[in-house]
């Protein structure tokens, strides 16, 4: 209301209001804030009882969130976008695990926050500012740690947010334009999972704490392994249709995935090469363990494998 009085006994100054709200925020302001808000909810501030954050804050986060999720994309139009571009990093890392920082069956969804739509803007900002180079060494690890294979959103049955949300293999898909920026991705993307692959590894067995360790911990790493495979499952079949003999096989292989949908992957590498028999195997013993899977189902009949009732 005072804006209200003051913009109409002072036109001069009710034009310059309409100018500075249609400018982009101060990325710094934004990345300091987004920093500040992340790092409070991912110690749990904003769930159990921290002088930190206020009473009234904790239960209005919703507003906070979609606030710094908004100017952090609107920052990302200024003329330095970098600290813009690590402002959406954050608020899109925090959405990716928002179940355990704040109070409420579906954070996304209360805070209508698409996290798709996020990093499609983020990754098109990149890409446009920085380059090809420098978008693939930043875009494949945010792709193996933010992918889901059914989605961000917890809550059950459609929502708003829910209904916008599309994998980011058809987001960065989209992206890639010619058979050259396929092939620099995937080199990048298989280089990425060497990597991962390679911290999982067993340690040598002449160091036998380690490896002891490491064998208590199987069952977590296996787990992990299995649903990076799916969370990636939509995307490597995509990538697998852009690549040559010699990298789909490496990907179709690779250390870094296991479980049933690794089988399938093969199972569609294999159908590529033209190895049909190969393709009905695989996918017969994933069907053992999956018998409910559609798509595993859909395959099998294409590749005329015994589909099992």
Not at 73 to 86: F, I, T, V, Y
Not at 200 to 228: C, G, H, M, V
Not at 265 to 274: M, P, S, T, Y
Request: contains cysteine.
């Amino acid at each position: 209301m005072r804006e209200r009085i003051e913009g109409e006994l002072d036109p001069p100054e009710r034009e310059r209001r309409k100018k500075a709200a249609a400018e982009p925020p101060d990325p710094e302001q934004v990345l300091a804030e987004a920093s500040g808000f992340a790092e409070l909810a991912e110690s749990g501030a904003y769930i159990a009882g921290d002088r930190r954050v206020s009473r009234s804050e904790r239960t209005k986060w919703r507003v906070t969130f979609r606030r710094l999720a908004t100017e952090a994309q609107s920052a990302l139009h200024a003329a330095d976008s970098g600290p813009a571009e690590r402002a959406m990093e954050l608020m899109i890392d925090l959405a990716c695990h928002a179940q355990g920082c704040f109070r409420s069956e579906d954070p996304l969804e209360a805070a209508r926050f698409a996290v798709s739509q996020a990093v499609s803007a983020l990754w098109e900002t990149v890409l446009d500012s920085r380059g090809f180079a420098e978008f693939t060494a930043r875009a494949v690890p945010q792709l193996v740690r933010w992918e889901r294979e059914y989605g961000w959103s917890e809550g059950l049955g459609a929502g708003e947010v829910r209904e916008q949300e599309r994998p980011l293999a058809e987001v960065l898909a989209a992206m890639l334009d010619t058979p050259d920026m396929w092939r620099g991705f995937a080199d990048a993307y298989l280089a990425e999972l060497d990597r991962i692959a390679a911290a999982e590894a067993p340690p040598p067995k002449n160091n036998r704490k380690i490896r002891r360790d490491w064998a208590d911990s199987f069952l977590d790493r296996d787990y992990t392994k299995r649903r990076r495979t799916g969370n990636l499952g939509r995307w490597n079949s995509l990538m697998l249709e852009h690549l040559d003999t010699g990298r789909a096989q490496r990907l179709a292989g690779h250390a870094a995935f296991s479980g049933p949908e690794a089988d399938f992957l093969k199972a569609q590498a294999a159908r590529l090469r033209g190895d049909l028999d190969e393709a009905r195997t695989l996918i017969t013993e994933g069907l053992k363990h999956l018998p409910g899977s559609t798509e595993f189902a859909a395959f099998a009949e294409e590749v005329g494998a015994e589909v099992p009732s």
